[in-house]
């Protein structure tokens, strides 16, 4: 069965410095990979993917992951974060031909301080 | 678009009593999607759906029917209430098997005393 572990529950960071949030995963095949982020009492949004292709993956709002397989590694990170970036933030990941189902970690508060 | 949309947005019910959460979608999506999110658990798959007319289980569907008359709507069944269903509730919708972003609804608080 495949898992996502997120093992930090909150980051905190100053605003202008670079941020990382950790996710590592375990599944059989080639994964796809995924990270969410979710404000207060909303909805999940979907920040990016990684499916194939160049490691590095960019995303909506200046973010970007970088996964590396040997690690089994899909790192949240941006080279400056905002005040507004403070939320909750989710890894997830799907086994291929699974109905598309995600298995999701735990999440990981981003708080971002002026 | 309106996207994913849930009603209600808030609920409290009594332990043993019934509800049913909706689930809409307008993106013609064919695979949909209800997870609980509880702290420090991120989110669960109770029950999916991937085309008009099918269900299957998730990870913790015991407690829970869902039902996929239409193509568009999902919906998510309590047929006695406990409070360890006490959570909030997430819908959620695919294009299909070769896609892969979901796209989420707003959620439902739902409170059993």
């Known amino acids: 069965a495949q898992s996502v572990a997120q093992p930090e529950d909150q980051v905190n960071v100053a605003e202008g410095n670079p941020l990382t949030v950790k996710c590592t995963y375990s599944v059989s095949g080639n994964p796809y990979l995924f990270w969410y982020v979710q404000y207060p009492n909303r909805g999940l949004q979907f920040l990016l993917k990684?499916?194939?292709?160049?490691?590095l993956v960019k995303g909506s709002y200046g973010f970007e992951a970088e996964f590396n397989k040997s690690q089994t590694s899909f790192h949240l990170k941006k080279p400056s974060a905002l005040v507004s970036d403070s939320a909750l933030y989710f890894c997830?990941?799907?086994?291929?031909?699974?109905?598309?189902?995600?298995?999701f970690g735990t999440g990981t508060r981003l708080q971002v301080t002026l | 678009n309106a996207g994913v949309t849930q009603t209600p947005k808030f609920r409290v019910l009594k332990t043993g009593q019934s509800m049913t959460l909706l689930c809409a979608q307008d993106m013609n999506h064919e695979y949909m999607y209800w997870y609980r999110q509880d702290p420090g658990m991120g989110l669960r798959l109770i029950h999916y759906?991937?085309?008009?007319?099918?269900?299957a289980k998730g990870e913790v569907p015991d407690g829970y029917n869902v039902s996929r008359l239409k193509k568009q709507n999902f919906l998510l069944g309590l047929e006695s209430a406990a409070p360890s269903q006490t959570s909030v509730y997430f819908c959620?919708?695919?294009?299909?098997?070769?896609?892969?972003?979901?796209?989420f609804g707003p959620g439902t608080r739902l409170t059993v005393t």
């Open positions: 959620a919708s695919t294009l299909g098997s070769l896609s892969y972003e979901q796209y």
């Open positions: 759906s991937v085309g008009e007319g099918t269900t």
């Open positions: 990684y499916i194939t292709g160049d490691n």
């Open positions: 997830a990941v799907r086994p291929t031909g699974t109905a598309s189902k995600l298995t």
